[in-house]
Each structure stands twice: as structure tokens, then as C-alpha cells.
């Protein structure tokens, strides 16, 4: 006798979709590190019921993105320089693992890079944040696609690095955002030439940018809200 599949639960659907407005609003700058979430406005903003926000903030707070406090409640996250760099030093190695991986295989979708050459030329031609923050996006699922590693998305930590480049935004120039648009075009070309050692030359490169760039910043950068 076939089992029946049990049915999904309507409330962890809407935690889930909880979940991924407060990160998209993170990526869109809708909230920011350091933020206090008030709970009734956004059950109210979101239309959902109290105790599916605090699933949905249970869950972020697992995830690194919000932290919740007995007396104070929930706020997004921010990142001292001491987690931006722990942060950095272990992403640094995972997209090394998925830039070789990906200029090693032989899949045909590995000229899907292109498309995150394409984003960079429209963000160097339009300048909207907006668009850098879509080239992100683009370029590390596309990266994860041509490597082909089904683990790497998931032990990838993408969502706390969302919220180190948002705790950022307001410190970072024009000028840096050119720099690491250029490092994913770097990367993404290394890759469609199937050149593995360009590839984690041109991770190494694009993350000593970063590291550069977090020393440089200003303490109150790093300060609690």
C-alpha cells in the first residue's frame, strides 16, 4: 500500500515566506543591521498572524540574521569587524571551492557565467544599487549551478554575507562597488575560459579587495545600533 503524503503545513509555508520578506528586505535596504522589528507592524505590513512571525524570527535567528533578546526583542543583526572578518575568511573559501569546480567542469552550462557579465556591464552603465545587488545574486547562483556541488549553496553562508554588504552600503563608494563588480567579472571570465587557477586568483584578489575595505572602515561601521 503507497503512503500517502502528508500534507503541508499552511504555517510553515507562511513562516517561510516571512522569512524571505525579511531577507529580500535586508538585500533591498527595507531593513537594516541593527534594526528593532517591531512585532505588531510587521504582522500588520505582512498580514500575518503573531505566532507566525515568531516561527519565521526563530528561524532567522538560527540563520545568523536576527538576534532575540528576552527583554529587548528582535533586531536584525549587525556584525562587529571581528564577524565580518571570520565571516569573510570562510566565504572566501567556499566560492574558491565554487570557482574551480566551476572552471574544471566540463557542463554546457558553464557559459552561463556570461550572464553575470552581462549584469556587470549594465551596472557600470545604469549605477543603480538595485542592480548591484541583483549582479550579486546572479552571479553566486550561477557559480553554484556551473560548479555542480549540491552541498555548496547550503553550507554557504549567502544570507549572513546579505547582511555584512547591507551593514556596509552607507560606508561604501561608488568607486569600491566598480572594484567588486569588476572582481565577479574577473571570476565569471576565468570560469567561461575553463582556467582553474585564474579562477581562485581571481576569488583570492576580490576578497583581499573586501578585507581591505572592512579594515579601512570607520569604527562606528561596526557599532551597535
Known amino acids: 500500500m503507497t503512503a500517502t503524503p502528508a500534507p ?125 545587488i541583483a549582479i550579486r545574486q546572479a552571479f553566486y547562483d550561477c557559480l553554484f549551478e556551473v560548479a555542480a556541488n549540491r552541498e555548496l549553496p547550503r553550507v554557504t553562508p549567502l544570507r549572513r554575507a546579505d547582511l555584512f554588504r547591507a551593514q556596509m552600503r552607507p560606508y561604501q563608494s561608488w568607486e569600491q562597488q566598480q572594484i567588486h563588480t569588476a572582481g565577479y567579472r574577473q571570476i565569471a571570465q576565468a570560469v567561461v575560459a575553463g582556467n582553474v587557477e585564474a579562477a581562485e586568483a581571481a576569488v583570492q584578489a576580490l576578497f583581499a579587495e573586501t578585507r581591505a575595505m572592512v579594515t579601512a572602515l570607520p569604527d562606528v561601521a561596526f557599532e551597535e545600533g
Not at 61 to 78: E, L, M, P, T, W
Open 8 to 132: 503541508r503545513d499552511a504555517t510553515t509555508g507562511t513562516t517561510e515566506k516571512v522569512a524571505d520578506a525579511i531577507r529580500n528586505g535586508i538585500r533591498t535596504g527595507q531593513f537594516v543591521p541593527g534594526q528593532h522589528l517591531v512585532e505588531a507592524e510587521l504582522t500588520l505590513r505582512l498580514q500575518i498572524s503573531r505566532s507566525s512571525l515568531r516561527e519565521a524570527l526563530r528561524h532567522l535567528n538560527g540563520d545568523g540574521i536576527v538576534a532575540i533578546h528576552r527583554y529587548r526583542g528582535a533586531h536584525i543583526c549587525r556584525l562587529s569587524r571581528r564577524d565580518t572578518r571570520d565571516l569573510l575568511a570562510v566565504l572566501e573559501q567556499l566560492v574558491r571551492l565554487a570557482a574551480r569546480l566551476a572552471a574544471a567542469s566540463t557542463h554546457e552550462k558553464r557559459t552561463l557565467m556570461d550572464a553575470a557579465l552581462d549584469a556587470a556591464r549594465r551596472h557600470d552603465e545604469d549605477g543603480d544599487h538595485r542592480s548591484y
